[in-house]
């Protein structure tokens, strides 16, 4: 009896962690305004716009980045599988191309809702929401 008591409690402690791994990560979609003319972009694309190494979008216009804030699970996870940096090796690479005078960082917009209402209101912009809060008032370019 106590080893089946053990099992059960096993199982769930093994549960609570998958539950709370899962909540931990987002997957990501990368969004723009709904009158861009082009309709998917891919990570390496997203990648070099967002560090301003690419300033355009395929259409050839000027690209506008947004940003969540720093402690965002999106956000963490975005640099993760997009931008394949640590926040640490970001501050660093914001921080020289900013004393350079080179570029400086996205604009933080907010959350995934105040992300979906700036991308909708502003044309040529860029930005990334937990993938469960895409809607149609915004269009998927990327999702990862």
Do not use: C, H
């Amino acid at each position: 009896m106590k080893n089946s008591k053990q099992r059960t409690l096993s199982t769930l402690f093994f549960i609570l962690l998958v539950t709370a791994y899962s909540s931990l990560t987002a997957d990501i979609a990368v969004i723009t305004n709904k009158t861009a003319k082009f309709d998917s972009l891919s990570a390496k694309e997203v990648k070099s716009i967002f560090l301003q190494k690419s300033k355009t979008l395929p259409d050839g216009s000027y690209a506008i980045v947004g940003d969540q804030p720093s402690s965002s699970t999106v956000r963490k996870e975005f640099n993760k599988k997009i931008l394949k940096k640590s926040s640490k090796k970001l501050k660093r690479y914001w921080s020289k191309l900013l004393f350079s005078g080179k570029g400086v960082p996205p604009k933080v917009i907010g959350n995934d809702e105040d992300m979906k209402k700036w991308v909708a209101s502003t044309p040529n912009s860029l930005g990334y929401i937990d993938i469960e809060s895409l809607d149609d008032s915004v269009k998927a370019v990327l999702k990862k």
